[in-house]
């Protein structure tokens, strides 16, 4: 399988089973007043799982083919092909309720679930519990896939546990996101470590840590051991890709990330590149950074200066080379692997969708 | 083990579970200035955790001894009980939730968590947000304290896909019971069977169905005798048991329920006895009821009428026939079973707490 017809298949395979979960079942007892509504949040259930990049449900594929003995590579495919899409409805789920705690009217593009959905019942209360529910929905399919995918797989109980450990940390690390917008601005020193911790818990335990996980799990590694090398290779790559994410947001990218340039800044987002600026910073610059991101709102010409300041302040070079850092380091985890040549450079490329700003920036 | 005992071991265990997954390990690395927060969450998933009346997991504890052959009970119960607990975590969430969409100060006396965690934080918007996440928490370690109990029980994924299933059900419940507020009150006969739609999927199906099911599982049962025995017995009582609650609500109970009386009038909840009522009135008494419930409030005197007006529309004697006809209904299931007198005996006195105003009225 390249990737490209990877990714057509984790597409078609992830709706497939949304749409299997979600939908009301043939002998589901349900009252023919209240079908339509349950139809229009399973609609909702599809549409919010279109068109991501899928770069999970890809890694754990490519991680479960760099350890998998070939005869259970062949044999396995399958089964890991719907437990790399229940990363994919996970992160569905996740992101609508996200959208509803940041009350966010967009996600990719289209109107967020709990906005489509008081949109379709003419009420934005209703609208905002069916989109609470769809988030537990999705997460409660996830892990339904995921069991699923196990008992094919027979490593049972292990996948489960570490698919559940995923469900904690994605969590706890949105309890964190919100405990930083609490934290003070006058130490950035602090600001930038609980940033990055917070990434650790926010998005590299699900973005690459899992995926590598699950692969090896998938591949017969025991947990302990997949559990000590998906954290050496994905604890520095996913840190990796949120600053790479949060840098983009500020340089933009000759790719298309869908996202128009400052939109962190315009919502006030506590970023790594913030507090290395206001750390940076003389005492005046500081004063207004501090400031701008203390105001209730940030205009156009807010969002030009503080880019400006993070270009001037150093803090745009400095996540650069806190990003070049952590992929050495993941690069590095790889090397060590007791796996063919090849397989660590399959493992590499995959990992290298990660951070493809290392390779624009040359 | 006697009831009472149960509820002690039930209440203990229940707690000691939440806090080992709701509080951070010793080895999980968070950021100092994050702490205090995370604490905080956890905190109220003890809280909002304390105090229920434990009869779901009762329930499964009893089901399990009714089936389980002597060696098989006296080696299981342990993992029996942390099963049965995984159902009251699970409700804990969901109420988390329930009252998020509800948007209820109280729950149990206490202010909910959502309210609680706004206190905590000084922010409504990050107090909804944590609320959102504690119940996202506790739903996740409900499936990681089942998934445990059953590698224990070596019932492995029956167990999880069964208490996945009751998750799902819970979910599509409380959709519909969004989708029922959309409904005319103009097709009594509709709003009462759809209202005891909503009973079975968000009520009966974790109440009565699935503690019987879990428990006939760990007995050894076989999946879809487990199902179509917990629905004969479970799906007529746990629908009896929310009518009873619902008619509580109205005509108050020798027991204390915690609630004041007329408390679903108030909030303008849709209920069978409304349905009922409207049913059975003469126009101009329908008239007044769906005024009532179309207007934005309701006070004293609207509560006092339209007890009134259940009364002598006959709703209430409905309700009491209903419910009496749903309890024949599951003590005639219990006396199909294949089990010795005991043990059907035993598990009719289980079923019957569920529907306490069966005896009060005689």
Chains 1, 2 share one sequence.
Not at 64 to 88: K, N, T
Not at 142 to 163: E, H, T, Y
Request: aromatic residues 4%; glycine residues 6%; contains cysteine.
């Amino acid at each position: 399988m390249t990737s490209s017809s990877d990714l057509e298949q984790i597409e078609t395979r992830t709706l497939s089973l949304v749409r299997d979960f979600s939908f009301l079942h043939a002998d589901d007892p349900v009252a023919n007043s209240c079908k339509a509504v349950a139809d229009a949040v399973a609609q909702q259930a599809v549409t919010s799982s279109e068109g991501g990049k899928r770069l999970r449900a890809l890694l754990t594929l490519d991680a479960f083919r760099a350890f998998a003995p070939q005869d259970v590579a062949e044999r396995d495919m399958d089964a890991v092909l719907d437990l790399a899409c229940a990363i994919e409805v996970f992160q569905t789920g996740a992101l609508v309720h996200d959208d509803i705690i940041d009350d966010s009217d967009l996600r990719r593009g289209k109107p967020s679930a709990h906005r489509a959905l008081a949109t379709d019942t003419h009420s934005d209360a209703i609208g905002h519990g069916l989109g609470i529910m769809l988030g537990d929905m999705l997460a409660t399919a996830s892990v339904d896939i995921a069991n699923k995918a196990a008992c094919r797989l027979g490593s049972g109980s292990s996948v489960v546990s570490a698919f559940l450990n995923m469900h904690r940390e994605v969590e706890i690390g949105q309890v964190l996101d919100l405990a930083v917008e609490l934290n003070t601005l006058d130490d950035p020193e602090e600001l930038a470590s609980a940033s990055l911790n917070v990434f650790r818990w926010k998005t590299a335990s699900y973005t690459t840590i899992a995926p590598l996980e699950f692969g090896m799990l998938a591949a017969g590694l025991a947990p302990a051991d997949a559990r000590r090398l998906a954290l050496a290779i994905g604890l520095p790559l996913g840190l990796a890709f949120q600053l790479a994410d949060d840098l983009l947001d500020v340089i933009g990218s000759s790719r298309n990330t869908g996202k128009p340039v400052g939109g962190d800044i315009r919502e006030g987002k506590r970023t790594v590149l913030l507090a290395d600026a206001i750390e940076a910073a003389g005492d005046v610059e500081r004063r207004e950074l501090i400031d701008m991101w203390e105001a209730e709102s940030r205009d156009e010409a807010h969002v030009r200066r503080a880019i400006a300041l993070f270009e001037s302040t150093g803090a745009i070079a400095r996540s650069k080379e806190r990003i070049a850092g952590l992929w050495l380091e993941s690069k590095a985890a790889i090397e060590t692997l007791e796996l063919s040549q090849d397989r660590k450079d399959m493992l590499t490329e995959a990992c290298a969708r990660f951070v493809p700003i290392v390779r624009e920036q040359g």
